[in-house]
């Protein structure tokens, strides 16, 4: 029977989400603690604990010390009660990873995929996913979820793969149904830079912020746009494409959905970079390669670092003037590689071009953002499942699914 507000059940379920949610983030608690953090008396504490160690969702974790008296039991969620997995795709591997429900990685996978046909994808994913699987020692059935990451976005209302020409075998037109079937397990499917920017939100520099833009630079340049604690996909999925903005200092791109590009990628992405840094007598192989010569050599790479950052900031203000944030986040290998020096430059040139004047970081999350999202995505839905316990009453051990999880 379903709850109304205000009744018994409803405020118990109330309660018992805020307690997990306190020992997620602060625990292992004791009763006594746990009761003042939530404003609950010690027997309401009590009995809300066990009730919920008798559903699984959480376990003693040993004792308190170092206090006068006698130690008091310690409590925390138990994280074998749920599974995820998060997937970050790239045209040359999938790196997988799984976690339990307090978010710990326990297995971690990478498939190379470099030269591949347009076929297997399906299968590809699959295989990655089982390896990360095995590398924690779980069966495929302890999964729940599972979260992917690719470049470009899936349009809502076709469901096929856009902004994304360089990803092959991502484009069939029901790619997302053979997946969904194959895994068996309740999948999500989104923009590799918007689980950048999730990963920034729930671990990184934009904890405290509901609207700030990541601007990501790798081989290509992309953003990800959070208004109001939300990320902003669009009508299409193509909000926070940015490669494609027409941008003074290059020829005016046409086509840009079959070139794959577009003014702000052929001013700052890889390729142009790399050009940059070899017009200054760099030599490097690759673009953060690139960037990182610049930062060791005076002269020539005090240019390419200025430049760069001139482009960085050109692109960003056009963003600036629509969006207005509090808080721009830079991220990506290329970017990232330039630290703190480049950082600066791109803020001190932002406020000549620009009139809002947001705060710029360098990422907080700088080891893979966009997995750790993917995890982070595939967590928050699968504790909203778990952790709620307004439905019917739970029983089982500590290990076993938890009923609401599908």
């Known amino acids: 029977m379903a709850s109304t507000p205000g009744t018994p059940r409803l ?19 004791s009763r006594t603690t746990l009761g003042k953090l939530t404003g609950l008396s010690k027997p309401t504490a009590s009995q809300l604990l066990s009730r919920l160690e008798s559903a699984g969702l959480v376990r003693a974790s040993g004792t308190s010390g170092g206090r006068p008296g006698p130690n008091a039991q310690l409590y925390e969620i138990n994280g074998g009660i749920a599974y995820v997995a998060g997937l970050d795709v790239t045209p040359a591997r999938i790196r ?32 990655a996913i ?17 979260a992917i990451g690719t470049p470009g976005g899936f349009d809502p209302t076709t469901g096929r793969l856009r902004y994304a020409t360089h990803l092959p075998g991502w484009h ?3 790619l997302l149904d053979e997946l969904a079937a194959a895994i068996g397990v309740p999948l999500e ?23 700030f833009v990541l601007l990501w630079g790798e081989e290509g340049i992309g953003a990800a746009i959070v208004i109001n604690g939300r ?8 909000a926070g494409e940015v490669a494609f903005l027409p941008l003074p200092g290059t ?5 840009v959905g079959r070139n794959n590009a577009g003014g702000f990628q052929e001013l700052a992405g890889g390729e142009p970079v790399l050009a940059l840094a070899r017009s200054q007598g760099l030599k490097a192989r690759t673009p953060q390669a690139a960037i990182a010569a610049a930062l060791e050599t005076p002269g020539a790479g005090d240019e390419v670092l200025t430049e760069f950052a001139h482009r960085l900031a050109v692109g960003l203000a056009a963003v600036v003037a629509v969006v207005d944030p509090e808080l721009i986040v830079l991220a990506g290998g290329v970017i990232t590689a330039g630290g703190e020096r480049l950082r600066g430059l791109v803020q001190a040139e932002l406020a000549e071009l620009a009139v809002p004047r947001p705060r710029l970081l360098m990422t907080g999350v700088p080891t893979d953002p966009v997995l750790s999202g993917a995890l982070q995505s595939a967590l928050s839905a699968t504790r909203d499942e778990v952790f709620d316990t307004a439905g019917p009453a739970v029983g089982g051990g500590t290990d076993q699914p938890y009923p609401h999880q599908s």
């Open 189 to 211: 499917v989104e923009n590799d830079v918007n689980l950048a920017a999730v990963a920034e939100q729930r671990l990184g520099h934009a904890r405290a912020s509901d609207n």
């Open 130 to 146: 089982d390896g990360a699987l095995g590398d924690a020692g779980l069966a495929k059935d302890r999964l729940h979820r599972v």
């Open 231 to 238: 990320l902003l996909r669009g009508a299409t999925g193509g």
């Open 96 to 127: 997988s990873a799984v976690a339990d429900l307090t978010g710990q990685v326990i297995g971690r996978y990478e498939l190379p995929t470099p030269g591949r046909s347009a076929k297997g994808t399906v299968e590809r994913v699959v295989k």
């Open 251 to 255: 020829p005016l791109v046409r086509n």
């Open 172 to 174: 069939a037109p029901h």
């Open 11 to 29: 405020l118990r379920a109330m309660n018992d989400r805020a307690a997990l949610d306190l020992l997620l983030t602060q625990g292992p608690l």
